[in-house]
């Protein structure tokens, strides 16, 4: 998740992506590290096959300097647009 300017940056893990930007984009926990620094949109995402898969690369990419991450990024949504309409339009 990241903010209209693109200047901060959350890395989490979820078993449900569209509920969990829903939270993130609508404030649901107000004194989240999401909602102080208003990351709502969402530019990157990965899927694993497992929870333990994910809370590995999750713990991973947060050791991660900004560069590196921003190249991931890049990578995958060059322009940083925001995704979830995208990740809305996945079959249940």
């Known amino acids: 998740m990241t903010n209209y300017e693109r200047t901060t940056l959350y890395i989490g893990v979820t078993s449900d992506l569209r ?3 829903y939270e993130h984009q ?3 926990y107000p ?3 999401t ?3 208003n990351l709502i949109y969402c530019v990157y995402y990965e899927t694993f096959l497992s929870i ?3 809370i590995d690369r999750e713990k991973q990419l947060k ?3 900004r560069s590196k991450k921003d190249n991931l990024i890049n990578g ?3 322009n940083w647009d925001d995704l979830k309409a ?3 339009d996945w079959d249940e």
């Open 31 to 33: 004194n989240s590290f």
């Open 52 to 54: 333990e898969e994910a």
């Open 26 to 28: 609508h404030k649901i």
């Open 76 to 78: 995958f949504n060059r």
């Open 19 to 21: 509920s969990r930007i």
């Open 35 to 37: 909602a102080k620094y």
């Open 86 to 88: 995208v990740i809305n």
């Open 63 to 65: 050791k991660w300097n």
